[in-house]
């Protein structure tokens, strides 16, 4: 841990006010943030909702982030949730001013979390070797396109393309028709995880440390922790490279079903509403299809099996949505329910809101923006006795410039004379 908060009884980066929140189980580590957009701010969100001190750095404009998607009162409504407990700190990266400060807060931080195009940190005289000079047990995560390595490693890789290099767009939408986009940034809300993941594997190691480390109570070596976000995408693609190295197969898109597995689909109701059915477990195809009033399909040895009702999708499907088509979404949820069968609806935001489950679950956790309460989404996972927490949402631009810089040992006057040159 950094020896500036493993003394503190407050939760890393908690406002005064703020004690009486879960510590969390990574209280005590620093983390600094020079990520921009989506993939490395999610990641440290995840790392500060944990307990773990998070310092963004942003140019002195600001993360674009602040700005996109639903605005209220000029600032992203998104942001509050992305940016929750991280202290904001200004610092213009392309003026050495800036960059040196940089290096000062990462000499006394645990992790890096960055998200630039590979060679950017290294042109900034930032690079993990670099800053392991003054830091060497600093873990260094690198979230981009493609990698740090390799002949792509160089090009500007959003969400969008890595999605479909990595293989996701591929099989999403219906056959012969455009690959479909889920109306999000998966590629870049997958590499954060992915990066969030390494960083926790990383310093589980470095804590072990070799032997004479580990009996001096001393911090192991840090490492990188190299994310590209084609590669998350590509580490959710389940069988396809074994099914074609090993059969020659090429997974495509399946429309509302999945390859290989029935039944499992989409049906519409007679109210125009959607109910999702997972039938494709032995004993419970044979419960959903008595629900269905189709009691003979669920003896027939033609579906006996789900190789055997793969051959027959068709006629299955098509039997189902003839049932589905004669009852409201609620009616067919509760035949499905007496039956045992999974099955759920498709909900919207507002849907979701108003469900008690999520409420139950604590699944949304509310914060003051602007005078006004905001729901934000709570985290997950959940943690028995460590638990995560929003302390504060996310904050305003530059907001703990002076706190943060002024631990470094920069007095006022010197605060002042960097914000007048727009180093802050």
């Known amino acids: 841990m950094s020896e500036r908060t493993e003394s503190s009884d407050a939760p890393a980066g908690a406002e005064p006010d703020d004690r009486s929140a879960p510590r969390g189980p990574l209280a005590g580590f620093r983390v600094v943030e020079l990520g921009q957009l989506l993939a490395g701010p999610f990641c440290s969100t995840l790392l500060a909702y944990y307990g773990a001190e998070v310092i963004k750095v942003e140019p002195p404009g600001g993360d674009p982030i602040r700005s996109w998607r639903v605005l209220k009162d000029g600032e992203s409504l998104w942001w509050a949730s992305l940016g929750r407990n991280k202290k904001s700190v200004t610092l213009d990266l392309r003026q050495e001013r800036g960059r040196e400060l940089a290096r000062r807060l990462i000499a006394g931080s645990d992790v890096l979390v960055e998200n630039f195009r590979p060679g950017t940190l290294e042109k900034w005289g930032l690079g993990p070797d670099e800053l392991r000079r003054d830091n060497p047990s600093l873990i260094v995560a690198r979230i981009s396109g493609y990698g740090q390595t390799g002949p792509m490693a160089r090009r500007p890789g959003y969400a969008s393309v890595c999605e479909g290099f990595g293989g996701l767009r591929y099989v999403n939408g219906h056959p ?249």
Request: contains cysteine.
């Open 176 to 424: 012969g028709e455009a690959p479909v986009r889920a109306n999000l940034s998966l590629g870049d809300s997958l590499a954060g995880l992915h990066a969030a993941f390494g960083v926790l594997l990383a310093l589980i190691e470095r804590g072990r440390g070799d032997g004479d480390v580990a009996r001096a109570g001393e911090r192991g070596r840090g490492q990188d922790v190299d994310v590209g976000i084609f590669e998350a995408v590509y580490n959710l693609m389940e069988a396809v490279v074994p099914e074609y190295s090993g059969a020659g197969v090429v997974r495509e898109p399946s429309g509302t079903t999945i390859t290989g597995i029935v039944p499992t689909n989409t049906y519409r109701c007679s109210d125009g509403r959607f109910v999702i059915i997972g039938g494709n477990g032995e004993s419970i195809f044979q419960r959903l299809m008595r629900a269905a009033g189709r009691p003979e399909m669920a003896e027939d040895p033609r579906f006996a099996g789900n190789a055997n009702r793969v051959l027959h999708e068709e006629e299955i499907d098509r039997a189902l949505a003839e049932w589905t088509a004669t009852l409201t979404l609620d009616q067919a949820l509760a035949a499905l329910a007496e039956a045992e069968v999974p099955s759920g609806p498709i909900y919207s935001v507002r849907e979701m809101m108003e469900d008690p489950q999520y409420r139950a679950r604590g699944l949304f956790e509310p914060v003051e923006v602007g005078g006004e309460r905001l729901e934000i989404p709570a985290i997950v996972p959940r943690l028995g006795r460590t638990p995560g927490a929003t302390r504060w949402p996310g904050p305003k631009l530059g907001e703990h410039t002076r706190e943060v810089l002024g631990e470094l040992g920069i007095d006022a006057a010197a605060l002042g004379e960097l914000e007048r040159a727009g180093v802050i």
